[in-house]
């Protein structure tokens, strides 16, 4: 008598899978893990400090801007007038309507960067200014609200 085993022709996808050198393997991983996502840039931070800038100042949201937008350096300058930040904040911006940043040219040096901006609001003439940030942690704050440059 013959063999037991069933005669099945065998396709070449049911092949049996070889396993990979661990030198393959290793590169293999490597090479994924440098496909991961580092977090936005520098920049993208920045850009986005200013975009919250321009939004809590229109929605009049002085708890954020003093908690997560200016700077210490910021806030104890605003504080100097001898009100909290958000009430120095609050009569500073009392009469600001539909406030518009444009953000240009952003260039980073270390732990500071400044930001090209031009800024509007109903009824005021536009500027352009230079904005200065600072790294407070693991983001980007307002750490001067600019230098006019006409």
Do not use: N
Not at 35 to 46: H, K, L, T
Not at 51 to 66: M, S
Not at 101 to 113: F, L, N, Q, T, Y
């Amino acid at each position: 008598m013959g063999s037991l085993a069933p005669s099945i022709p065998t396709h070449s996808m049911l092949r049996r899978v070889q396993p990979r050198p661990p030198v393959l393997t290793a590169l293999l991983a490597l090479a994924l893990a440098g496909c991961g996502d580092s977090g936005p840039s520098d920049e993208a931070q920045i850009r986005g400090a200013l975009d919250e800038f321009q939004r809590a100042t229109a929605a009049k949201d002085y708890p954020a801007l003093c908690d997560s937008v200016l700077a210490p350096e910021l806030i104890e300058t605003v504080e100097q007038i001898g009100l909290p930040c958000e009430m120095a904040l609050e009569k500073g911006f009392e009469d600001v309507r539909d406030p518009r940043i444009s953000v240009g040219a952003v260039r980073v040096d270390g732990d500071s960067a400044t930001a090209q901006v031009r800024s509007s609001a109903a009824g005021q003439a536009p500027s352009e200014d230079t904005v200065r940030l600072v790294r407070v942690g693991d983001g980007w704050r307002i750490a001067s609200l600019g230098d006019v440059e006409r």
